[in-house]
């Protein structure tokens, strides 16, 4: 059974979607995408460390930061990751748009919520976001490089199965 068809699974904010909508995403397959990112990092069971060292019920705030400098991409993915995984139970602030440049230390985006639903969705709303940005960054760079030559970057067909409208 599908996410969208089961109405116990969780499911990303109707805000969120709605972005993912506008960006030509669809929130259902992301959704998809997300519930199998989730199940991997944690290999099918719970985050043992988490479990041992956070007291249930705690709360925190966790910011996605830059590690360099470089264009924001996936953002809306991130807090799709966030939605899906903490439900009504976080806030999210989405504090840099996508195609922002930014300097190392830079707040991508913030979330408050149950301190073990953040741990549980960080590591999938990273590799997504790093990912992304990562690819954007470097399109940036070759974007800078042929600046006023008439030339165009164009895109690739080679992306990892289930990512291309995402890369």
């Not at 301190?115 to 940005?133: F, I, V």
Request: charged share 20%; with cysteine.
């Amino acid at each position: 059974m599908s996410d969208a068809a089961d109405p116990t699974a969780p499911r990303i904010d109707d805000a969120i979607r709605a972005e993912l909508t506008a960006a030509g995403l669809n929130p259902d397959d992301l959704q998809l995408l997300i519930r199998l990112a989730v199940e991997e990092d944690l290999d099918g069971g719970v985050d043992v460390t988490t479990v041992a060292t956070v007291p249930v019920g705690q709360r925190a705030t966790l910011d996605l930061v830059a590690r360099r400098p470089g264009i924001t991409a996936g953002v809306p993915v991130a807090a799709a990751v966030f939605s899906y995984v903490c439900g009504d139970s976080a806030t999210i602030r989405e504090v840099t748009p996508d195609g922002t440049r930014v300097a190392e230390g830079t707040v991508v985006i913030s979330v408050t919520g149950p301190t073990h639903d953040l741990l549980r969705a960080e590591r999938p709303a990273l590799n997504l976001l790093g990912h992304l940005s990562g690819i954007a960054t470097l399109t940036g760079v070759w974007v800078d490089a042929i600046a006023g030559t008439g030339a165009a970057i164009r895109d690739t067909r080679k992306t990892p199965p289930g990512m291309r409208r995402l890369e």
